[in-house]
């Protein structure tokens, strides 16, 4: 059972445009909403997080938008570089307990100059 | 100073085959994991240790088997290499108090490629 949706698979942006990742979860025990950043060759690293009592968060060129009632979540770039490049994953966590985490399948972006 | 490190970092070895990934993580904290990412990126989680005590264990065949010396130490062996078990391997660790939601940092992963 496929809980965590991402898209799109793979998303082209030219330099200075904005990157628009989607992520959709079935599970309403999601309490918690991080995109992680995975450069290849390396492993994946926390780029930024929202908690359900907000519907968005900026930090710099990344701002996360969450809408509860859809059961969606999505990653913006701003202004993107190619040092951007690299595959993006919507993580979200259960609250309670241990943390299961369920990873998104993954968005490959690639930014051209 | 490398906060979670994995070895080795390259794993090439015959079906059939015995080995073992070895995980450390300098941060103190008490929750450690394995994940396993196949060729499409797919990240899906293996194992999940908190203080020495297995937690999660997800659908993995039982060749594999984790063991955790100490709260700083999750290695992972794997009997009778499969030709499917070629993937890259990550170690990840994370600070957990109950219901607190913390953020998981994952070493640089160990690339098994088994012929």
């Known amino acids: 059972q496929q809980q965590v949706k991402q898209s799109p698979q793979s998303l082209i942006v030219q330099k200075g445009g904005i990157s628009i990742i989607n992520c959709a979860y079935e599970?309403?025990?999601?309490?918690?909403f991080p995109w992680y950043q995975q450069f290849p060759g390396k492993g994946p690293a926390l780029l930024i997080a929202i908690r359900p009592d907000v519907s968005e968060k900026k930090e710099g060129r990344f701002t996360i938008s969450f809408n509860k009632s859809a059961k969606q979540f999505s990653l913006h770039i701003m202004d993107s570089q190619p040092g951007d490049s690299a595959t993006y994953f919507c993580a979200p966590q259960e609250a309670g307990g241990y943390q299961k985490v369920t990873f998104g399948t993954g968005t490959k972006l690639q930014v051209i100059p | 100073d490398t906060a979670v490190s994995q070895t080795p970092k390259y794993l090439v070895t015959q079906m059939g085959n015995d080995k073992s990934i070895k995980c450390e993580q300098n941060l103190g904290h008490d929750t450690m994991y394995w994940y396993k990412q196949d060729s499409k990126k797919f990240l899906k989680i293996m194992f999940s240790?908190?203080?020495?005590?297995?937690?999660i264990n997800e659908t993995v065949p039982n060749r594999f088997s984790p063991k955790s010396p100490d709260k700083a130490h999750l290695n992972l062996h794997i009997n009778s290499l499969e030709l499917g078990d070629s993937a890259v391997y990550f170690c990840?660790?994370?600070?957990?108090?109950?219901?607190?939601?913390?953020?998981?940092?994952f070493g640089p992963g160990t690339r098994l490629l088994v012929l």
């Open positions: 990840a660790s994370s600070r957990t108090s109950g219901g607190s939601l913390e953020t998981q940092y």
């Open positions: 599970n309403t025990a999601f309490d918690y």
């Open positions: 240790y908190n203080n020495k005590e297995l937690i």
